[in-house]
């Protein structure tokens, strides 16, 4: 079994204190918030890579301030988006940044409830799933009301599927492919797994941003919690491997059931990587090679994305068979 956190420490400023510090931290979070997210509206690579900070001002303001703050910092960059660039630019931020990060970062700093901490261990994990739970249901949510809306998701789809026609058609033509791929069904695969893919980039900014915001909380002495060894605390309840393998299958219908099924697939999928991440690490932890073999992992996952499938693999058996524990077990006896 994990270790066992400490005692949640004190907050350097307690979080229903309302100091100058505090009311500068969330309006400035808010600002910083809205305006990182506000970048996607070029329309420019670089400004869709950008945005994919936009959960940090929010998260550090959370961790290092207070949650109530954090939360503060999401209505105001809500607020200001939903008047500028419009209120459905406000609605998609709230929904896939806001409250996915506000969800990380209370189960991040032990979920305190009434006085004590509902998560004592694997806070990392927690902070995942729970930015996961809330990302798969707005996405779930959207899907469904376009459906409803369209008269059905091929018709709620269609216009981004002439997009993606024309996109791959271009692509097969100036590549000169030939008839290697058909770019109807191309571009059909690619629409119906597009709100998935969506939901698992959401998922990954969600936890590259926490993980920075814990950093730089902890550099301020401000973290409310001991930092966690990540490599043995991200531990996943097992029953997600189980829905992972159950949505995978569902996601194979099609149609609607199938869409919400792969969104459930990926966002679950990625979080079981890390967490097949987090037992390479853990093995590999105190080898002379394991250094050099987790960086060549990182820069083959970063070139190529689909390796990362393998660590959902090494996930899911590791619900299954506690490789960790294993490993702990067969130090103490040698011990």
Not at 104 to 114: D, N
Not at 277 to 285: E, N, P, T, Y
Not at 308 to 317: E, M, N, S, Y
Request: contains cysteine; hydrophobic residues 60%.
């Amino acid at each position: 079994m994990p270790q066992l956190l400490p005692e949640r420490k004190k907050l350097p400023v307690p979080d229903n204190d309302f100091s100058l510090p505090q009311i500068f931290a969330s309006i400035g979070g808010g600002l910083a918030g809205a305006a990182v997210f506000a970048v996607v509206t070029k329309g420019t690579s670089a400004g869709t890579l950008f945005a994919f900070l936009a959960p940090l001002p929010i998260m550090i303001v959370a961790l290092g301030f207070g949650l109530r703050h954090g939360a503060t910092s999401a209505l105001i960059a809500t607020g200001l988006l939903s008047i500028w660039p419009n209120p459905v630019f406000g609605f998609i931020y709230a929904f896939l940044i806001a409250v996915p990060a506000l969800a990380a970062a209370y189960a991040a700093a032990g979920a305190p409830w009434r006085g004590r901490d509902l998560v004592a261990s694997r806070a990392p994990a927690w902070a995942i799933l729970a930015a996961g739970a809330a990302l798969a249901a707005a996405i779930s949510i959207a899907v469904s009301a376009a459906a409803i809306r369209f008269g059905g998701l091929d018709e709620a789809l269609n216009p981004l599927r002439a997009r993606a026609f024309l996109a791959i058609e271009d692509l097969i033509r100036t590549q000169e492919l030939g008839d290697k791929l058909d770019p109807n069904q191309l571009s059909g695969l690619v629409v119906y797994a597009l709100p998935a893919t969506l939901g698992a980039l959401a998922l990954l900014s969600h936890a590259l941003n926490l993980w920075g915001a814990g950093l730089l909380a902890r550099a301020s002495d401000a973290l409310p919690r001991p930092w966690p060894d990540i490599a043995e605390e991200f531990v996943l309840p097992r029953a997600v491997a189980a829905l992972f393998l159950l949505a995978c299958a569902v996601a194979f219908m099609g149609d609607l059931a199938g869409a919400l099924a792969l969104v459930f697939a990926e966002i679950l999928g990625l979080a079981l990587a890390m967490q097949g991440l987090a037992v390479a690490h853990a093995l590999l932890r105190g080898s002379r090679a394991g250094g050099v073999a987790l960086t060549i992992v990182y820069i083959v996952i970063g070139l190529f994305a689909w390796p990362i499938v393998l660590f959902t693999v090494v996930g899911v058996a590791d619900a299954a068979f506690s490789f960790r524990s294993r490993k702990r077990a067969a130090q103490a006896r040698r011990g």
